[in-house]
């Protein structure tokens, strides 16, 4: 007897990977790729079927990232973050240009500016946003630092798509920043 395996992706996981496929697959400048990819991610966020069971599964460590997707050519990769409460990110950017969308829960995002200060610099805070499921945002570096977190009581997990192969990088993080940091 043989016991049943897992499914590795469902077929609304299937259909939004074709949606990305075809928005990415126009050649349009990052913002405008990320605006589509965007539209395409929305309409699946909530959906109970779109996410294994597997995929939903967190860590009490840290947030855990699932890699669901890298496209075969490495123009973008689809990933499930899945947040216990409290858990949050180093603040970071990119290497690409990123759609991010909440499937489960509740993510707050502190946005940041760097400012050149002489020979060094600091992180000054522009905007705290707080992303309930069903939304969505995008953007293309430069102007991508931030952190995320999840500030609600219960496990949040939200489906981030990078223009990059982040199953061949491990990460879509470019660079972390570890300076001063002036509160909103």
Aim: aromatic share 4%; with cysteine.
């Amino acid at each position: 007897m043989t016991t049943p395996t897992a499914p590795l992706t469902t077929a609304r996981l299937d259909q939004l990977v074709g949606d990305v496929r075809d928005a990415v697959g126009r050649g349009l400048p990052p913002d405008t790729t990320a605006y589509l990819v965007g539209e395409r991610l929305a309409v699946h966020l909530g959906a109970p079927d779109l996410l294994t069971d597997e995929q939903c599964e967190g860590d009490p460590e840290r947030y855990r990232q699932h890699i669901l997707h890298a496209e075969s050519d490495g123009s973008f990769s689809v990933v499930a973050l899945v947040w216990m409460p409290g858990q949050q990110t180093s603040i970071h950017d990119h290497v690409s240009w990123c759609v991010t969308g909440v499937h489960q829960g509740t993510e707050s995002e502190r946005r940041y500016r760097l400012v050149p200060e002489g020979m060094t610099a600091r992180l000054v805070a522009t905007e705290d946003v707080v992303n309930r499921q069903g939304d969505v945002c995008g953007f293309a570096p430069p102007g991508d630092i931030h952190r995320v977190r999840n500030a609600c009581s219960s496990v949040a997990i939200s489906l981030h798509i990078y223009g990059a192969d982040v199953s061949r990088l491990g990460s879509s993080v470019r660079r972390v920043y570890d300076l001063p940091a002036d509160a909103l």
